[in-house]
């Protein structure tokens, strides 16, 4: 009865059944979709799970976010699983559940995945009108555990009622910067699955044109594997200019970036706050 239970409760959240059935054929398409080994999965989590947490989803100016304000973002994030509305922090640990990271196991066809019970550097992200995010690639090792390797994101994207003028699509660009392989508008229970590496270059960097009133609104989750040589390889986050950014844009991008790493390796060393890391950054911006 105790086993019976818990399945029920998980299918609740997420229905294992439905992606369990499907995930031989997903794998396929999940490694070999161009640019980079990745998969958009449309209603995701049962429709109900997602609608609820999209309408609990805390306001901009709840006092709970940090602000990443600098010349490669303009977004908000909230890490402190503590504080999160029930049905958000239900999702966040079936989606870092034993279970749900077995079957993620089988859709990429990394083995040994972990989940991240502090999300570091994921969670809850909410972007406003103007917000952006550069193209990029992510850390590649987790600032507090020197042998854990980034080797998987999940998007959830939580917008019920998007448009597409209003911008916001993640964007895969290919390894040479020169165009967007593939983009995907954030609409409500999609969520984009993908590896996490040098090559995987992504992001929404044109300003949001949503109205005042509303938000772009996501739930990050990263997965890792155990690697012992994870620190001999350590990668900040890597933002690039596009084709036609301009030479004074593209220095900015480059310098900023210069300044997160530095900033990066300064958290990984001394345990620094991503509070403190937005007035830091904000700063170097500024300058």
């Known amino acids: 009865m105790a086993l019976a239970a818990t399945v029920t409760s998980q299918s609740l959240l997420f229905p294992y059944e439905k992606w369990d059935s499907q995930v031989k054929a997903l794998a396929g398409r999940y490694q070999t979709n161009p640019p980079c080994p990745h998969i958009l999965l449309e209603d995701f989590v049962n429709s109900n799970v997602a609608t609820e947490c999209a309408n609990e989803f805390p306001g901009p100016t709840t006092q709970a976010w940090t602000h990443y304000k600098h010349q490669n973002e303009n977004k908000l994030g909230f890490t402190k699983r503590d504080a999160f509305p029930p049905a958000l922090g ?147 986050t890597d933002y690039k200019s596009r084709p036609g950014d301009g030479i004074v844009k593209s220095a900015l991008i480059w310098l900023d970036k210069k300044a997160v790493d530095v900033y990066s390796r300064a958290k990984a060393r001394f345990g620094f706050s991503d509070e403190l890391a937005s007035k830091i950054l904000g700063m170097f911006s500024k300058k």
Not at 190 to 212: M, V, W, Y
Request: overall charge negative; proline content about 6%.
């Open 90 to 236: 239900r999702l966040v640990d079936e989606l870092n559940s034993p279970e749900f990271v077995a079957w993620l196991c089988k859709l990429t066809g990394i083995d040994g995945l972990m989940a991240d019970p502090i999300l570091e550097g994921g969670g809850l992200h909410q972007s406003t009108r103007g917000g952006f995010l550069n193209i990029h690639a992510d850390f590649s090792t987790h600032h507090y555990h020197k042998n854990w390797r980034r080797r998987v994101n999940l998007i959830l994207y939580l917008n019920p009622e998007w448009e597409e003028p209003w911008g916001g699509a993640i964007e895969l660009w290919d390894t040479q910067m020169k165009h967007c392989v593939a983009k995907y508008p954030p609409f409500l229970n999609h969520a984009l699955i993908f590896n996490t590496d040098e090559n995987s270059l992504h992001g929404f960097p044109d300003p949001l044109q949503c109205p005042e009133n509303a938000s772009r609104k996501s739930l990050a989750l990263y997965y890792y594997t155990l690697d012992e040589n994870a620190s001999v390889h350590v990668r900040s």
